[in-house]
């Protein structure tokens, strides 16, 4: 079945980096984008930003642009998420979930999350 | 950016109740909007893509409406393991976004 596997659950420094993976089984991994949310501790979701496996093109929100560099590695079928120079407003849980299209007559395609990975908690403490 | 603002922030109801979360978008959106399912733990799930199409798998008394800048999701007869935090996203440009969410809770 189609499944999102991410990575284990990291401890960082403020300043260093933290890498997510997210490996994918049970689709064809060029043909869904891969977007990455994130969820501080009893907060709400936050939308990182979106990568193209097929292209590796990205979108980035702004709040995180020069920090957060979204890549893949299709041989293997996983995507990674890198946030640099880390904070302690940067500890969440960061989730990684499939885009599908959907399609309607006389209307562009709509996309939502349908699959999502069980989540990474990163903390960033000194 | 879009914001998305739903109502209630919170919400108390019983089992058998309807229960309607309302989710406001700052410019027109189309339909470009879906709902996720939240419980303590767990990643969230999809339930409603395109303002109001039922995702697979998910119980019919889940719906969606709307279209432009207001939509809602009604659940017609709440279940007790409907209880959890629900949210808005707009896919209609990026960045996406997401509603503040919405808690369901047991009165």
């Known amino acids: 079945q189609v499944q999102l596997v991410q990575s284990g659950a990291e401890v960082k420094k403020p300043g260093a980096s933290v890498k997510v993976s997210c490996k994918t089984s049970?689709?064809?991994?060029?043909?869904?984008?891969m977007h990455w949310v994130r969820q501080a501790p009893g907060q709400g979701l936050e939308w990182m930003g979106r990568i193209n496996p097929n292209s590796g093109g990205t979108n980035y929100v702004q709040k995180f642009q020069g920090r957060v560099t979204m890549t893949r590695d299709t041989s293997i079928s996983t995507a990674y998420m890198e946030l640099s120079r880390l904070r302690s407003d940067d500890t969440a849980v960061y989730y990684c979930a499939r885009a599908t299209y959907y399609y309607f007559s006389g209307s562009m395609p709509y996309d939502a999350l349908d699959i999502w990975g069980q989540g990474t908690m990163v903390t960033v403490s000194s | 950016d879009i914001q998305m603002t739903q109502s209630p922030s919170s919400l108390s109801a019983s089992v058998g109740d309807r229960v309607t979360i309302t989710c406001r978008a700052s410019q027109s959106i189309s339909s470009y909007v879906n709902w996720y399912q939240q419980k303590p733990g767990k990643a969230p799930k999809l339930l409603i893509y395109a303002a109001l199409s039922l995702q697979s798998g998910v119980p019919s008394r889940f719906s969606g409406s709307g279209s432009g800048t207001d939509f809602t999701l009604t659940i017609s007869s709440l279940q007790p393991e409907d209880f959890a935090t629900y949210y808005c996203q707009q896919s209609y440009s990026t960045p996406q976004t997401f509603g503040q969410g919405t808690k369901l809770e047991i009165k």
């Open positions: 049970g689709y064809t991994f060029t043909g869904y984008y």
